[in-house]
């Protein structure tokens, strides 16, 4: 099943794509949060949905992010062993982890503000995983059943911020609009095999990455069940799984980054695609 939210900015309402088509459920679901990932919502909507009595939605509507604000939103950084070698940093010996706020989520074709006073906006095409079950110490091989899918994101960075200006790498990952998911969440039953996921992501057209889920470092299991020995995770809450090479800092031979009125157009197999257009702070 793929869950979506469609409606003017903050007047979201939980809809569904079946097929091709869009439906309406806010008359089965009140909201697409914790409380809705937290119990069985999911097989109880679905069959509801066998039940009939949808109405579908014209296709042209906004989508918001597939989820209403979660309580967190965990990164993984340096995941892709391409991406750490762009990078020149050494592959981790353990996963990198720091919050994205949970403000800066947007719509999928939502546009981007270039933050003020910032001279390095980059990009980030990732995979980000919904938690479906609280989740806390929790084994590998029983990670699994604390997820409920999974979401395109892309995990906009101001590098000076996050590398120039000292402190948590929280400053560069935070402002608004730069957490743009969907255009849905993909309930896990959708995607065969998480961990080899294509994903892709242009520039003005361009194609900047062109990756592989295959080439984590950390894979999807491990991730949830290592962020659990530090924290809680909870029921709607997002982490983000890293990126593959070809971001803007990551350029040869200089890095470059995003402008006023550059368009920029991401995609994950099984995940969908979304397009951003970015645009100055004013």
């Not at 119990?39 to 109405?55: D, M, V």
């Not at 993984?76 to 990198?96: C, F, R, W």
């Not at 503000?113 to 980000?128: C, H, Q, R």
Request: charged share 25%; aromatic share 10%.
């Amino acid at each position: 099943m793929k869950l979506i939210r469609y409606g003017a900015e903050g007047q979201e309402k939980p809809g569904v794509i079946i097929g091709e088509k869009y439906y309406d459920v806010s008359h089965l679901v009140n909201e697409y949060d914790e409380q809705f990932f937290s119990g069985n919502a999911i097989e109880e909507l679905k069959q509801k949905i066998a039940e009939g009595n949808l109405q579908e939605i014209n296709k042209d509507v906004r989508l918001g992010a597939p989820l209403a604000r979660p309580s967190k939103i965990v990164c993984v950084g340096l995941n892709y062993k391409d991406h750490a070698a762009e990078t020149n940093m050494p592959i981790p010996s353990e996963p990198i982890l720091f919050f994205k706020a949970t403000s800066a989520i947007v719509g999928p074709d939502d546009d981007v503000i270039i933050p003020k006073n910032s001279t390095k906006t980059d990009w980030e095409v990732e995979l980000a995983i919904i938690i479906g079950k609280k989740a806390s110490y929790v084994e590998p091989e029983d990670a699994f059943d604390h997820i409920a899918g999974y979401a395109l994101h892309n995990d906009y960075s101001e590098r000076a911020f996050q590398i120039e200006r000292n402190g948590q790498w929280v400053k560069g990952k935070s402002a608004d609009t730069f957490a743009p998911i969907g255009p849905f969440i993909a309930t896990k039953d959708e995607i065969e095999n998480v961990n080899n996921l294509k994903l892709w992501l242009k520039v003005n057209g361009t194609l900047m990455q062109n990756g592989n889920t295959s080439n984590f470092i950390f894979d999807v299991a491990y991730i949830v069940s290592y962020i659990s020995q530090f924290m809680t995770l909870l029921p709607g809450d997002v982490i983000s799984t890293g990126t593959p090479a070809g971001v803007g800092m990551g350029q040869k031979p200089k890095a470059w980054y995003l402008q006023p009125g550059d368009v920029v157009e991401l995609g994950i197999e099984g995940l969908g695609t979304s397009k951003q257009n970015i645009k100055s702070y004013s």
